[in-house]
């Protein structure tokens, strides 16, 4: 039989390697640097949400919270029925939980205290997870886009198919 600690240990591992992994946060606007010869580059600051952040805190959020889940299926105790609330689930079983004991309500005191720390660590996973995904939108990738223009030039075109640009020049 599956006890809740062992669900919530596998949810532990999975965030600790998640973690480990998980790639930093990088920052659109115009930059316009001159070089030799006339030649101009003309470079941009493309930002996007960062995509492995927020995937990264998706797994970790999802993974234990897919956990908690099983865990609080497999449970007859009322306080783990708490673990169907993401992120906020695990410390309010950890609070509403009875004391340990022999009757059929009570956890057993011999995997109590592995029970408590695994709900804690779900609850501070499941946390780590929602930060990520708020990181990806508030710290978003930056790439620098440089497009060197020495010679060439554009111009609109308009014509009985249609309009665009036209690039002329040594590429």
């Known amino acids: 039989m599956i006890h809740a600690s062992h669900v919530i240990a596998g949810a532990a591992l999975a965030a600790v390697v998640v973690t480990l992994w998980t790639p930093s946060a990088q920052a659109d606007e115009r930059v316009r640097v001159s070089a030799a010869r006339s030649a101009e580059t003309l470079a941009y600051v493309k930002r996007t949400p960062n995509e492995n952040l ?11 919270y897919a956990f908690s889940i099983v865990a609080a299926a497999k449970s007859d ?4 029925n708490r673990l169907y609330i993401p992120i906020a689930g695990p410390w309010m079983d950890l609070n509403e939980r009875p004391a340990c004991g022999n009757s059929e309500r009570r956890p057993d005191c011999k995997t109590e205290p592995l029970n408590k720390g695994l709900l804690v660590t779900s ?3 499941q946390g780590i997870g929602a930060a990520e995904i708020l990181g990806g939108f508030l710290f978003p990738k930056t790439e620098v886009i440089a497009v060197r223009a020495g010679g060439v030039t554009f111009h609109p075109t308009a014509g009985r198919s249609g309009v665009g640009v036209t690039a002329t020049g040594a590429f």
């Open 123 to 125: 609850g501070i996973v």
């Open 54 to 64: 927020i995937a990264g805190g998706a797994f970790l959020l999802g993974s234990s």
């Open 77 to 80: 105790l009322p306080a783990d």
